[in-house]
């Protein structure tokens, strides 16, 4: 028994170390979490360890979440809340990128939050679809913090939360049903593309993600449909990889792909 229980502990424990291994080969070379340009006033980045949530006011005391975190107890956000003299139930919406589990987990402490994403991010969202990104599956396939999509999306849906006015694009890839968001001049990517320490734009993480082709082909795709608007944007921002200023980098990755 005792031989056994050693074998398990050495089998996790090197696997354990593979991931951190594996993780350290695909994060090298990425711009730091939270960094880059900031967005300016009234979007105010929130670091919840890993994942960076972005604090958005919407006017008349209304505030919205693009992304709920990674820690469940919402820590960060909670003291981001408590600086603005804010509570729980300002929040008015959080805007979900996609259903990773460090993207969703503090959406239970904002009970009165409108909860936005995609209609095709929806199974993963209640968890009756798997993840097939290769690290999520070793770790088990299905969302552990199951939520409710009050509010899906359509791909290029127009909406307004308070005084913003949002847009929802579809960049399936990462998950099915990633979404980015252009709000306020920012195109909020979650997972979608990350940035380099070169500050060049590139497609998702392959360890995370269902299929790299595909969302490198949706960021092309994407590239296309924002052509119209270049001029409204003025940042792009990621998840785990910061921000970098304008649409250029997105132009760019589409013609060196093309
Ligand atoms: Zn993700």
Known sequence: MKQILKIIGICAATLVVAVIVLGLVFFAGLQKAGSGPSLGA????VQDGMSTVYLLDA??????LVDAGNDVKGTAIQAAL??????ADNVAAILITHAHPDHDATIPLFPKAAIYALKREVPLADGSESFQGPVL????????H?????RPL???EKFTIGNLDVTAFAV???TPGSAAYLVSGVLFMGDSAQITSKQQLIGPNGLFSNDTSEGAASLKHLDQELQPRAAEIKFLSTAHTGNIAGLEPL???ASATR
């Open 137 to 144: 599956r070793l770790f088990g396939a299905h969302n552990t």
């Open 146 to 150: 199951p939520f409710h999509v009050s």
């Open 82 to 87: 408590a600086n603005r003299h804010a509570t």
């Open 42 to 45: 009234g979007l105010e980045p």
């Open 251 to 253: 132009n760019q990755f």
């Open 172 to 174: 399936p890839g990462h």
């Open 59 to 64: 006017g008349n005391g209304q505030l919205v």
């Open 154 to 156: 359509e791909d290029g």
